[in-house]
C-alpha cells in the first residue's frame, strides 16, 4: 500500500492535498501493497463477508456494512446488507487495484461476488457474479484474492476433480474475464517436494517475490471439524508447504517445509526488510521466512503462539504497518494475541486478551487504534451450541489493552456467520470529469 | 538542457506556488474518515529481472477503439496507436505537478525510450502514447506544446492524443479502468485538482493489454524486458506452441489462456 497512492494533480491556484502526515497504516498491510485509496484514520465502514445460515434471516451469504465512524448517528449498527440469494461458503474478499470493488468468494460453490464499494460504501452493491471457476480453471474453493494491476490473482483451495487439497492460482481481469491459471507446484524444486495445496498468496514488488502458502481441500474444510481431526486419513491432507514465486515468470522457484498447514501471510513492506511470516494452523507456530546474507530465501519457526500441544488453532493475523507487531487469533481458545515483531527473528508475546469463545478474523484499523474480531471460521468448523457466539467485535487499542468499542450480535442480528472484514471510507469532497465539466 | 528538466521543473514551481495551502484539504475534512494518498515512494527493484523471453505475459484484455484527436487536432481512431507496433500507454495531464505522477512517468518512458532506440532489434517496433486525461484543458495546441518537449527524436514515435470532449474520453477510461476523480471545493464546486491512479499499459502489436505498471510496477528494467519479450514472441510466434486447453490441475504447469 505505501509504494502505490492516488496521483494528485493541480493547477493554478487549486488546493492540493498534504501527503505529509502519514500515520502508520495497520490492516492495509494484508492487502495488495500497491493498491490505490489508502484510508489514514477512522474508517466510516466496515464490510463483513457472512457466511448464510439455514433459518437465519433469508438464509443466503450475505455482505452487511457496518457504520465504524463514531461520529455518525448510525455508529455500530449494520446499515446495510446485500444477500447473494444462495449459501456457498462465504468466506474471503480481496479489494481491486483502484478499491473500488470488492471481489468475495464462496469456498463451497466456488462463486465470486464482486460489489462495488466505490460509488456509495455505505450502500454496497453486487455488479457481477463469476460462476466459471471450475470450468475454466479445474480448481474450486476461491479462497484469497489479491490485486495486481488491471487484474485479480486468485488462490485457490481446492479442486472439481476429487475436492482434494491439490490446486493452483487463478487470474481474472477486472471486468471479470478469464486469463490464466497456474498449479501449486508437486514437483520437486532444491530437494522439497511439493504438495499442490493452496490457500493465501502475497505479493512483495519490490523483490519480484509471491509467496503462497496451503491449507486444505473441500473434502476437509467442508466436513464437521469433529470428524477431521478423528479421521486419521483425512489429517494427512493439510498442506506442509510455503512456495516462493517469482512473480514475474509465475515459477515456483523454492518450497519451503513448514508443517501444519500454514495459514495467512503478511510482507514487512517498508524499505529495508526482507522478510515475511506466517502462522500455522495445527502445529500453532510463527513461522518467518527471511532473505539471508547471500540472498536466499530461508523459512525457520521463530516463535509458538499458545500452548501447542492444546491445538489453539492460530487462524487470522494483522501485521502493523512498520512490522513491529502482530496480531494473531487463536479460534478454539478465544483469545486474540499480540507479538512483539521488533527482532522478527524472535518474536516476543506480549498482551493477550480473551475476546470471545470463537474468534477468527482480526483486523486493525489503519492508525492502528482500533482492532475488529470476527468469530466464523467455517460453517462446519464452528463451535455448536453455547459456544456458537456469531458477531462482530470492536475494540480500541491504546498500546496497552484492548477496551471494547461496539459489537454486532450477528445471531440476533439474523444475518449470519461473519467472517472476512474489509474497511472503507466516504469519498472526500469528490465528484466525476463528467461532473466536473458540468461545473 | 534535457527535456524532461524543463517539465519537472515547472512541476516544481507550480507545487512551490501552491505551498501556501499545503495541508489545507486535510484539515478541512470531515472528522473521521480520510482517505490519504500515503507518502510518496518511488518504486524499488531489488532483485534481477528474469531475461527477455524466459517468461510469458498475461493476455490481460483486449483494448476497445475509439475516435481521439491527435495534437495536429485530426480525429484518430486509438486502434491506429494500439495495433501494429508494440505500444505502451499511459494518462497524463500537461498541468500535473507530482513528482512521482506524470513528470515520473514520462520521465521512465523517456529512458525506455532510449533504450528502445539503441536496441536495433527493436527498431521500428515499439511506440509511446500519452493519452490526456483533460480534454477540456488539454487542447491539441496544450499536449502538442507538451510533446515537443518530449517527443524530441524524429525517429521514435511517440504520440500525445486527447478528445473532442470528456464523454468521448469515458469509454476509454473506462474499457482501460483508468480512475480520476475531481476534488469540490467547501461550496461542492469542482476545481482543477484531479485525482488518478497511475497506471502504464504494455499493448502488443495485435491490441492485447500484456502488462500494467502501477506506482510499485515501473521498474524501467523490467519494463524493457517485457517489451523485448512482446518483441521476442512475435518473431517466435511460429514456433511457441499453444498454451494447453485443458484442465491441468495436478500438473505442476502454468497455463494461460486467452479471453
Known amino acids: 500500500m505505501r509504494f502505490e497512492r492516488r496521483l494528485i494533480l493541480s493547477f493554478g491556484v487549486a488546493a492540493i492535498m498534504s501527503i505529509a502526515a502519514v500515520a502508520a497504516y495497520a490492516d492495509e498491510t494484508c492487502n495488495s501493497?500497491?493498491?490505490?485509496?489508502?484510508?489514514?484514520?477512522?474508517?466510516?465502514?466496515?464490510?463483513?463477508?457472512?457466511?448464510?445460515?439455514?433459518?437465519?434471516?433469508?438464509?443466503?451469504?450475505?455482505?452487511?456494512?457496518?457504520?465504524?465512524?463514531?461520529?455518525?448517528?448510525?455508529?455500530?449498527?449494520?446499515?446495510?446488507?446485500?444477500?447473494?440469494?444462495?449459501?456457498?461458503?462465504?468466506?474471503?474478499?480481496?479489494?481491486?487495484?483502484?478499491?473500488?470493488?470488492?471481489?468475495?468468494?464462496?469456498?463451497?460453490?466456488?462463486?465470486?461476488?464482486?460489489?462495488?464499494?466505490?460509488?456509495?460504501?455505505?450502500?454496497?452493491?453486487l455488479v457481477r457474479t463469476i460462476d466459471d471457476l471450475g470450468a475454466k480453471t479445474g480448481y474450486a474453493g476461491p479462497h484469497t484474492f489479491y490485486a495486481l494491476p488491471g487484474r485479480m490473482l486468485i488462490g485457490n483451495l481446492s479442486n472439481v476433480a476429487d475436492k482434494g487439497g491439490v490446486t493452483g492460482m487463478s487470474v481474472y481481469n477486472n471486468k471479470g474475464d478469464f486469463i490464466a491459471k497456474y498449479g501449486m507446484p508437486i514437483a520437486t524444486i532444491k530437494q522439497i517436494k511439493g504438495d499442490g495445496y493452496g490457500y493465501d498468496i502475497a505479493v512483495n514488488p519490490a523483490k519480484n517475490a509471491l509467496l503462497t502458502s496451503s491449507f486444505t481441500g473441500w473434502n476437509n474444510y467442508m466436513r464437521d471439524l469433529g470428524e477431521v481431526v478423528k479421521d486419521p486419513e483425512a489429517m494427512k491432507h493439510f498442506g506442509n508447504t510455503l512456495v516462493m514465486w517469482n512473480l514475474k515468470t509465475m515459477q515456483p522457484e523454492q518450497i519451503f517445509a513448514v508443517p501444519g498447514a500454514p495459514l495467512e501471510i503478511r510482507w514487512a513492506l517498508p524499505e529495508g526488510q526482507n522478510w515475511a511470516i506466517t502462522a500455522t494452523a495445527l502445529t500453532s507456530q510463527l513461522w518467518l521466512v527471511k532473505r539471508d546474507a547471500q540472498g536466499a530465501w530461508t523459512a525457520k519457526d521463530v516463535a509458538t503462539i499458545g500452548d501447542p500441544a492444546k491445538i489453539p488453532l492460530p487462524v487470522d493475523i494483522s501485521i502493523t504497518s512498520d512490522a513491529k507487531g502482530l496480531w494473531v487469533n487463536t479460534f478454539m481458545d478465544g483469545t486474540t494475541h499480540y507479538f512483539d515483531l521488533t527482532d522478527p527473528e524472535h518474536p516476543r508475546q506480549t498482551y493477550t486478551k480473551h475476546t470471545g469463545s470463537q474468534v477468527n478474523m482480526v483486523s486493525q484499523s489503519w492508525d492502528g487504534r482500533r482492532v475488529y474480531i470476527t468469530s466464523s471460521l467455517l460453517s462446519k468448523w464452528d463451535k455448536t451450541g453455547m459456544d456458537n457466539e456469531q458477531f462482530l467485535r470492536a475494540f480500541h487499542w491504546d498500546g496497552h489493552e484492548l477496551s471494547p468499542a461496539f459489537e454486532v450480535d450477528f445471531t440476533k442480528e439474523q444475518l449470519g456467520r461473519p467472517h472476512h472484514m474489509k474497511f472503507t471510507a466516504n469519498p472526500q469532497r469528490l465528484t466525476s470529469l463528467l461532473d466536473a465539466t458540468a461545473h | 538542457m534535457h527535456p524532461l528538466g524543463a517539465l519537472l521543473r515547472r512541476a516544481g514551481a507550480v507545487a512551490g506556488t501552491l505551498s501556501a495551502v499545503l495541508g489545507l484539504a486535510a484539515a478541512t475534512g470531515p472528522a473521521g474518515a480520510t482517505e490519504d494518498p500515503g507518502k510518496a515512494t518511488a518504486p524499488r527493484m531489488e532483485f534481477v529481472?528474469?531475461?527477455?523471453?524466459?517468461?510469458?505475459?498475461?493476455?490481460?484484455?483486449?483494448?476497445?477503439?475509439?475516435?481521439?484527436?491527435?495534437?495536429?487536432?485530426?480525429?484518430?481512431?486509438?486502434?491506429?496507436?494500439?495495433?501494429?507496433?508494440?505500444?505502451?500507454?499511459?494518462?497524463?495531464?500537461?498541468?500535473?505537478?507530482?513528482?512521482?505522477?506524470?513528470?515520473?512517468?514520462?520521465?521512465?518512458?523517456?529512458?525506455?525510450?532510449d533504450q528502445v532506440r539503441d536496441d536495433r532489434a527493436l527498431a521500428g517496433r515499439v511506440r509511446f502514447v500519452s493519452v490526456s486525461l483533460d480534454p477540456t484543458h488539454d487542447t491539441p495546441a496544450a499536449i502538442a506544446a507538451y510533446g515537443r518537449e518530449l517527443a524530441v527524436d524524429p525517429k521514435f514515435e511517440w504520440r500525445f492524443v486527447t478528445a473532442r470532449r470528456v464523454p468521448e474520453l469515458l469509454p476509454v477510461l473506462e474499457d482501460f479502468g483508468q480512475d480520476v476523480s475531481v476534488d469540490l471545493d467547501e461550496s461542492g464546486r469542482a476545481t482543477r485538482t484531479l485525482h488518478h491512479m497511475l497506471k502504464m499499459f504494455l499493448i502488443d502489436a495485435h491490441g492485447e493489454v500484456r502488462e500494467i505498471y502501477t506506482l510499485a510496477f515501473v521498474q524501467p528494467q523490467v519494463m524493457f524486458n517485457d517489451i523485448k519479450t512482446l518483441a521476442m514472441e512475435a518473431l517466435d510466434a511460429p514456433r511457441i506452441a499453444p498454451a494447453p486447453t485443458e484442465s491441468s490441475t495436478h500438473r505442476n504447469t502454468a497455463q494461460i489462456g486467452s479471453n
Open chain 1, 33 to 125: 501493497p500497491y493498491m490505490s485509496g489508502l484510508i489514514k484514520g477512522q474508517e466510516d465502514f466496515v464490510h463483513v463477508w457472512t457466511l448464510g445460515v439455514p433459518g437465519m434471516g433469508d438464509g443466503s451469504d450475505k455482505l452487511v456494512t457496518i457504520d465504524a465512524n463514531p461520529a455518525s448517528k448510525t455508529y455500530g449498527k449494520v446499515i446495510h446488507k446485500i444477500s447473494v440469494g444462495g449459501r456457498g461458503e462465504a468466506h474471503h474478499m480481496g479489494f481491486t487495484d483502484d478499491r473500488k470493488y470488492l471481489w468475495a468468494g464462496g469456498l463451497d460453490d466456488s462463486k465470486i461476488y464482486v460489489f462495488d464499494v466505490g460509488t456509495n460504501p455505505s450502500h454496497p452493491t
Open chain 2, 49 to 113: 529481472p528474469p531475461p527477455p523471453g524466459s517468461y510469458k505475459l498475461q493476455k490481460i484484455q483486449r483494448v476497445a477503439d475509439a475516435v481521439l484527436l491527435d495534437s495536429a487536432g485530426h480525429a484518430i481512431r486509438l486502434a491506429s496507436l494500439t495495433q501494429s507496433k508494440i505500444t505502451l500507454l499511459t494518462f497524463f495531464y500537461t498541468y500535473c505537478v507530482d513528482p512521482l505522477g506524470c513528470p515520473f512517468a514520462h520521465t521512465t518512458l523517456t529512458g525506455l525510450r
